[in-house]
């Protein structure tokens, strides 16, 4: 079985950041991710084949990091492998995690506000692997970019309400939501913080949650601070 572990990095970073907090988590999946005979791809751009102009497609006025989230979603488009994952550029491995052979496997709370009353579930998309779910997604997700005819509501009104200023944040949780919606019934929780298995979210206040053999994820409230401790 063939795996293909995706990471994105780009844009202007801190001298001192990249160096002490973004390579050493970089370098620790990239490690663990040989040492089990996975294969490993670094982002620092978009390849031309997947490049899109997103304001002209989706007819939304995006900002600039809102372009890397359409991005970090169709970088997952690796069709000629088995499992693919992603892990955020701000995720340390420690020790030897394990990943399954989960249809998909995404970490999710409890539903958030998007607007007034209308409310979607909130997947964390930090780290995701999965099987054929992850095809299923991204076929799903080009469909929506692709035919605006036959989009989703969901998918619009998520577009909407950043375009009429509706929500402060538009993020890729935003966009899986829909998606993770119909298809809960087959994706698997990896749990979070207190019930999490394989993503721990880090909290200095209960550093107990922090174990080995897991990916923990620094928050940006931490990443600075704890930048020194990692390098």
Aim: contains cysteine.
């Amino acid at each position: 079985m063939r795996t293909c572990v995706v990471q994105y990095m780009t844009g202007e970073q801190d001298p001192h950041m990249l160096r002490s907090f973004y390579q050493p988590c970089m370098r620790s999946v990239y490690e663990w991710a040989k040492a089990r005979g996975y294969e490993y791809k670094l982002y620092t751009s978009v390849p031309e084949e997947m490049k899109r102009d997103w304001n002209s497609d989706l007819g939304v006025d995006f900002y600039d990091l809102a372009h890397m989230v359409f991005d970090k979603l169709m970088l997952c488009d690796q069709p000629d492998y088995d499992r693919v994952m992603w892990v955020d550029n701000d995720i340390y491995a420690w020790g030897d995690p394990e990943i399954d052979k989960s249809w998909f496997c995404i970490a999710w709370e409890e539903k958030m506000r998007l607007y007034q009353d209308w409310r979607f579930p909130f997947p964390q998309s930090g780290i995701f692997w999965g099987m054929d779910g992850v095809k299923d997604f991204i076929e799903w997700y080009k469909y929506q970019i692709n035919n605006p005819q036959d989009r989703d509501d969901r998918f619009q009104f998520i577009l909407l309400a950043h375009k009429f200023g509706w929500t402060e944040n538009f993020n890729d949780q935003f966009l899986m939501s829909p998606w993770y919606y119909d298809n809960s019934w087959r994706i698997k929780n990896m749990g979070l913080k207190g019930a999490a298995t394989v993503h721990r979210r880090f909290n200095p206040v209960n550093m107990e949650e922090i174990t080995p053999n897991s990916f923990v994820h620094f928050t940006n409230t931490f990443e600075g601070h704890y930048s020194d401790r990692i390098s």
